[in-house]
DNA sequence: GCAAAGTACTTAATTTGTTAACTAATTAAT
DNA sequence: ATTAATTAGTTAACAAATTAAGTACTTTGC
């Protein structure tokens, strides 16, 4: 059997970091981690959700999340609601003040992801994106 | 300017997270994390390397190589030698027994990245890895 | 309708990642 | 040549991930 080069794991690993690296300065200078990072953005996206559709959605284990969303909430970023119908579920949405953050945030991030898109293409950037698509729903 | 639906970044994560499931299982049975496994599989690709190289291709920051590193040298799985041209650099290599144990792994990993490779298809598997390497090209 | 199983978090303990500061060795600059 | 700057690696302090166990609520099965 032919061996790899690389293995695609860690070919994901690595790409991702480069990747990171043209958000890495913004992310800096706003003082969120890359997982605060990913829940803000997430919950902007999806306005109320679950913290488990949360968790999966971002990558974050739950207890990971439990810490964050904890924070959040006591520095006002997050609100924090019951579900009427099922007592157990924590509905989540982001704060006014932290919808204000991620507006002035955004255009950064949306300027970096242009120069990166401008490095890499936008063809191979749809192509790749669509692998990647593939890729997550190779497993439930 | 269009939103996109989501960030590279994210789907980076994501589907890494799929493709890690296919492995975890094994890993588990070793007791290796993540990793320990990362090194072990380069080191073993590379016969010899230093300490810095070991990391960037492993995406392992040094403090964490170092513990790692530490922990194998402690248990006989790895051997730390001093470059003689450069006192600085710490050359690494696999120990036998470390060698040994990744020759009962390795056809583990290979059979689940045959499934992996089932599922995706053989093309895709390929288109996508290409990409990969032109992403991690993007950054020095 | 009530015990048993399942779900959605949360808490606690351990390991790992991250950042910054530090040591030792080498290279560069005047 | 000798100080200054750089590089490789380590250490220390803190934040985050991971695993397992726990709590509260809901659904299922008899």
Same mark, same amino acid.
């Given at each position: 059997?032919?061996?790899?080069?690389?293995?695609?794991?860690?070919?994901?690993?690595?790409?991702?970091?480069?990747?990171?690296?043209?958000?890495?300065?913004?992310?800096?200078?706003?003082?969120?981690?890359?997982?605060?990072?990913?829940?803000?953005?997430?919950?902007?996206?999806?306005?109320?959700?679950?913290? &488990?559709?949360?968790? %999966?959605?971002?990558?974050? #284990? /739950?207890?990971? =999340? *439990?810490?964050?969303?904890?924070?959040?909430?006591?520095?006002?970023?997050?609100?924090?609601?019951?579900?009427?119908?099922?007592?157990?579920?924590?509905?989540?949405?982001?704060?006014?003040?932290?919808?204000?953050?991620?507006?002035?945030?955004?255009?950064?991030?949306?300027?970096?992801?242009?120069?990166?898109?401008? &490095?890499?293409?936008? %063809?191979?950037?749809?192509? #790749? /994106?669509?692998? =990647? *698509?593939?890729?997550?729903?190779?497993?439930?």
């Amino acid at each position: 059997m032919k061996k790899l080069e690389d293995s695609l794991t860690l070919q994901l690993l690595r790409s991702r970091e480069s990747a990171m690296q043209f958000f890495r300065p913004i992310l800096q200078e706003t003082g969120f981690t890359e997982q605060q990072w990913r829940v803000i953005r997430v919950l902007n996206d999806n306005k109320q959700m679950d913290a &488990k559709q949360l968790a %999966e959605r971002c990558c974050i #284990l /739950s207890p990971s =999340l *439990t810490r964050i969303i904890s924070r959040f909430e006591s520095e006002g970023l997050i609100i924090r609601n019951r579900s009427e119908h099922d007592q157990r579920i924590t509905l989540l949405s982001l704060s006014d003040k932290a919808s204000e953050i991620f507006k002035e945030v955004s255009p950064k991030i949306d300027q970096a992801y242009a120069t990166l898109i401008g &490095k890499l293409g936008e %063809e191979k950037m749809q192509q #790749l /994106s669509r692998l =990647l *698509t593939e890729v997550t729903k190779l497993t439930p």
